[in-house]
T-cell receptor
Framework: DGGITQSPKYLFRKEGQNVTLSCEQN?????MYWYRQDPGQGLRLIYYSQIVNDFQKGDIAEGYSVSREKKESFPLTVTSAQKNPTAFYLCASSIRGRTDGYTFGSGTRLTVV | DQQVKQNSPSLSVQEGRISILNCDYT??????FLWYKKYPAEGPTFLISISSIKDKNEDGRFTVFLNKSAKHLSLHIVPSQPGDSAVYFC?????????????FGKGTSLLVTP
């Protein structure tokens, strides 16, 4: 079955450490996205990528970095510069140019301890 | 600045009755609107969508209405079932250099009681 996989489901990080969240899809989608969900804040766009080796900042990119070396993979690094990293992170993918076909992963909950 | 607004954080409805979830948007460039449903600790799943050239789209128990002049859309669920209890996100997009990334509202938590 095709789908999008995020790992790990739960992640704990010490303050000052970088951490990388994994997102892999086998849907042959060109576009991939990272959103962050906080209570009462909805989903806010961090980074997105329409094609391999290209990505753009979203609304809240500060303190985050991404790479898109392969079509299937779009890892998100939460750096120590991110002041409030504790949140639920969602990865999504879609056919490029299509907004009705977002497929979301099951999310990673990151907690800073 | 929030371009998609869901002003009701929560809604409680009795089983069998109609649930009406509302959404407002500010960007007149938006031309495609979607509703997603989300359970706790899971990713959102697509529910129903509507293009700006239509004012209504129906799929089973779910109907979305779009009022472009008021920049308002609503999701109607009839009849409501306990399994509909979830957070519902309204989303909007435009065909532009935004890269087709969806703008989401803050969500409305729907509780359907037996």
């Amino acid at each position: 079955d095709g789908g999008i996989t995020q790992s790990p489901k739960y992640l704990f990080r010490k303050e000052g450490q970088n951490v990388t969240l994994s997102c892999e899809q086998n849907l042959n989608h060109d576009a991939m996205y990272w959103y962050r969900q906080d209570p009462g804040q909805g989903l806010r766009l961090i980074y997105y990528s329409q094609i391999v080796n290209d990505f753009q900042k979203g609304d809240i990119a500060e303190g985050y970095s991404v790479s898109r070396e392969k079509k299937e993979s779009f890892p998100l690094t939460v750096t120590s510069a991110q002041k409030n990293p504790t949140a639920f992170y969602l990865c999504a993918s879609s056919i490029r140019g299509r907004t009705d076909g977002y497929t979301f992963g099951s999310g990673t909950r990151l907690t800073v301890v | 600045d929030q371009q998609v607004k869901q002003n009701s954080p929560s809604l409680s409805v009795q089983e069998g009755r109609i649930s009406i979830l509302n959404c407002d948007y500010t960007n007149s460039m938006f031309d495609y609107f979607l509703w997603y449903k989300k359970y706790p600790a899971e990713g959102p799943t697509f529910l129903i969508s509507i293009s700006s050239i239509k004012d209504k789209n129906e799929d089973g128990r779910f109907t979305v209405f779009l009022n472009k002049s008021a920049k308002h859309l609503s999701l109607h669920i009839v009849p409501s079932q306990p399994g509909d209890s979830a957070v519902y996100f309204c989303a909007a997009s435009r065909d532009s250099n935004s890269g087709y990334a969806l703008n989401f509202g803050k969500g409305t938590s729907l509780l359907v009681t037996p």
